[in-house]
């Protein structure tokens, strides 16, 4: 079983950046693909971005790509997100993810395990 706890999250001017971190219990995470996951209220969860597991390989959603990074530290077993030029409707819960697989995964079925969440609010 793998714990992710998500951090970082807060309240933020428009233009302004956050960076998220996702810590994993498993020593096991670099073994793992993972995962940025987003939800606004009264709306499903949408997909940000996702890394491979060595983080050769990313791809974003394009609503975020441009402005936001992902990247993992194998070593701390942590994933990051960082968020520049934030927009209202950045605004969300933001959840992290972890599959068992090699590749990039898009769609929330894909991810075994997924963390609480963090609430980055975005001011305009």
């Known amino acids: 079983q793998v714990q992710l706890v998500e951090s970082g999250g807060g309240l933020v001017q428009a233009g302004g950046s956050l960076r998220l971190s996702c810590a994993a219990s498993?020593?096991?995470?670099?073994?793992?693909?993972t995962g940025w996951f987003r939800q606004a209220p009264g709306k499903e969860r949408d997909f940000v971005a996702t890394?491979?597991?060595?983080?050769?390989?990313?791809y974003y959603a394009d609503s975020v790509k441009g402005r936001f990074t992902i990247s993992r530290d194998n070593a701390k077993n942590t994933m990051y997100l960082r968020m520049n030029s934030l927009k209202a409707e950045d605004t969300a819960v933001y959840y992290c993810?972890?599959?068992?697989?090699?590749?990039?995964?898009?769609?929330?079925?894909?991810?075994?395990?997924w963390g609480q969440g963090t609430q980055v609010t975005v001011s305009s």
């Open positions: 993810a972890a599959a068992q697989g090699s590749g990039l995964y898009t769609q929330a079925s894909s991810y075994d395990y």
């Open positions: 498993s020593r096991t995470f670099s073994s793992l693909a």
């Open positions: 890394i491979s597991r060595s983080g050769s390989s990313t």
